[in-house]
Nanobody
């Protein structure tokens, strides 16, 4: 069965950095869209970054553009989210998600991703 396991969350000071990892299994890694979403208490789930595993083409939401970098290691079926210059408003539960290639469009929609990890908490203070 499909499994996505995130790691790397934690507490960090304002301006600090964290790197999240997401290891996927149970599905063909190639030519899929891997996305990162986040959800803070009382807020809607926000799609912040995606990468098409076939080409490495990436997308970023305006809220994280220039600060976060998504990358992949196809040999390890892993996608990363490097988060720099963290702000208190970045505090949220971060989720990794997998979907078909079409999910990597100009907008990240949670409904386009059928597979989700359990989430990892990021707290910036």
């Amino acid at each position: 069965h499909v499994q996505l396991v995130e790691s790397g969350g934690g507490s960090v000071q304002v301006g600090g950095s964290l790197r999240l990892s997401c290891v996927g299994s149970g599905f063909s890694w190639r030519k899929n869209c891997m996305g990162w979403f986040r959800q803070a208490p009382g807020k809607e789930r926000e799609g912040i970054a995606s990468i098409y595993t076939g080409s490495g083409s990436a997308y970023y939401a305006d809220s994280v553009k220039g600060r976060f970098t998504i990358s992949q290691d196809n040999a390890k079926n892993t996608v990363y989210l490097q988060m720099n210059s963290l702000k208190p408003e970045d505090s949220a539960m971060y989720y990794c998600a997998a979907g078909g290639a079409f999910a990597c469009g100009t907008e990240l929609l949670a409904s386009d991703f059928p597979y989700w990890g359990q989430g990892t908490q990021v707290t910036v203070s």
